[in-house]
C-alpha cells in the first residue's frame, strides 16, 4: 500500500514526495467461481482426513461405533414402514402401486432433508468450534465447509443404500435412471455449501444465527413436500412450494430413484446454474470475511 505524503520543508530544488494510497481491487482470479472446486481439489487430502476424524468423533465410546450410520436408518426406515403403511395405510399418488410405497417416499424425502439440515444446522458455529484454525495463518479455512458437506454425504449415501436394499425386498430392482443420482443431488451440495460459506463466516461475527437457522429449518421442513405429495396441494400453492429448492431436490431425487422417470433436463440445469451463483457468492463472502476472523474468535 502506498501513502500519500508530502515532505517536510519542499520547496524549489527539493523534490516534493508524494505517496498514493490504493486500495487493492477485488479481481476475478482472486475472487473468481473456480475457488468453489479448488477449495477442495487443492486440499482434497486434507478434507478426507478431517472427514475420518468427523465421522469417528461422533462415534467415539459407543459400542457399535460407525455401525450406528448403518443401524439408524435401518431403524426410521422400519419404523416408518410399520406406522405409515401398516398403522395408517398412508398411500403416495405414484407408479409404485404397494402398500409400503409411503415409507419408501418418505424416506427418500427425508435423505434429502437431513443432508440438508445436518450442514446448515452446524454452520453458523462452524468457526467458532474451530478457533484454532482461524489463529494458524496455513491453514485453509474454506475446506471446513466441505467437510462437512462431505460427511452428511457419507450418512446420505449409507441411508441411500438401506433404501435400495428395502427397495429390493419390497419391490424389486430399481429402475436404471438411478444413475441420475448424482447429477440430480450436485445443486442441493452447490447450494449447502455456499449457505455453509455463508452462515458459518456471518454466524462469527452475529452470534443470533443460529438461534435463527434453529427456527427457520423446521419450518422449512413442513414447506417442503416431504410428508405430502406436490399434486396434494392446490394449484396456487404449488408454485410457492417448487420455488423452494429442497422441494425440486426431493421430487427428482424420488423421480429418479425410485419411480423410475428421469429428471427434466431444463429444471435440472436451472437449479445447477443458481446453486452455483449461490456457491459463488457464498466463497466470496467467505474469503473477504475471514480477514476478521482472527479478531472476533
Known amino acids: 500500500m502506498i501513502e500519500h505524503q508530502l515532505s517536510a520543508g519542499a520547496g524549489p530544488g527539493r523534490p516534493v514526495v508524494v505517496h498514493t494510497a490504493v486500495r487493492p481491487k477485488l479481481s476475478l482470479a482472486e475472487h473468481g467461481p473456480q475457488h468453489i472446486f479448488t477449495s477442495f481439489t487443492s486440499n482434497a487430502c486434507l478434507i478426507l482426513q478431517l472427514t475420518r476424524r468427523e465421522i469417528a468423533v461422533r462415534y467415539r465410546g459407543s459400542v457399535l ?20 403403511s401398516v398403522v395408517f395405510q398412508t398411500r403416495w399418488a ?12 418418505l ?16 454452520a453458523p458455529t462452524l468457526m467458532a468450534e474451530n478457533p484454532s484454525y482461524i489463529k494458524r ?5 474454506e475446506a471446513l465447509a466441505w467437510v462437512l458437506v462431505v460427511t452428511s454425504l457419507f450418512n446420505a449415501m449409507v441411508s441411500f443404500g438401506i433404501l435400495f436394499v428395502a427397495y429390493v425386498i419390497i419391490i424389486g ?9 448424482p447429477l ?16 458459518s463466516s456471518t454466524g462469527l461475527f452475529i452470534r443470533d444465527i443460529r438461534q435463527s437457522v434453529a427456527i427457520v429449518l423446521p419450518v422449512l421442513m ?27 431436490a426431493m421430487e427428482q431425487v424420488r423421480d429418479v430413484a425410485l419411480f423410475g422417470t428421469a429428471p427434466n433436463i431444463a429444471v435440472l440445469c436451472l437449479s445447477i446454474v443458481l446453486s452455483l451463483a449461490v456457491a459463488w457468492g ?10 476478521g476472523f482472527a479478531d472476533v474468535v
Open 184 to 199: 440430480v443431488l450436485t445443486p442441493l451440495v452447490l447450494m449447502t455449501l455456499g449457505l455453509i460459506w455463508f452462515l
Open 282 to 291: 457464498g466463497v466470496v463472502w467467505f474469503r473477504v470475511t475471514k480477514r
Open 94 to 105: 405414484s407408479p409404485l402401486n404397494n402398500r409400503f410405497e409411503f415409507a419408501l417416499v
Open 65 to 84: 461405533g460407525v455401525s450406528w450410520s448403518f443401524v439408524t436408518p435401518m431403524l426410521m426406515l422400519t419404523i416408518y414402514t410399520f406406522v405409515f
Open 107 to 122: 424416506f427418500a424425502g427425508l435423505i434429502v432433508f437431513t443432508l440438508f439440515s445436518e450442514c446448515i444446522s452446524r
Open 173 to 181: 430392482v430399481p429402475p436404471l435412471t438411478v444413475l441420475w443420482l
Open 222 to 248: 413442513f414447506a417442503s413436500p416431504l410428508f405430502y405429495p406436490v399434486a396434494a396441494l392446490p394449484e396456487r400453492a404449488r408454485f410457492l412450494v417448487q420455488l423452494n429448492p429442497l422441494a425440486v
Open 137 to 141: 495463518i496455513v491453514f485453509p479455512l
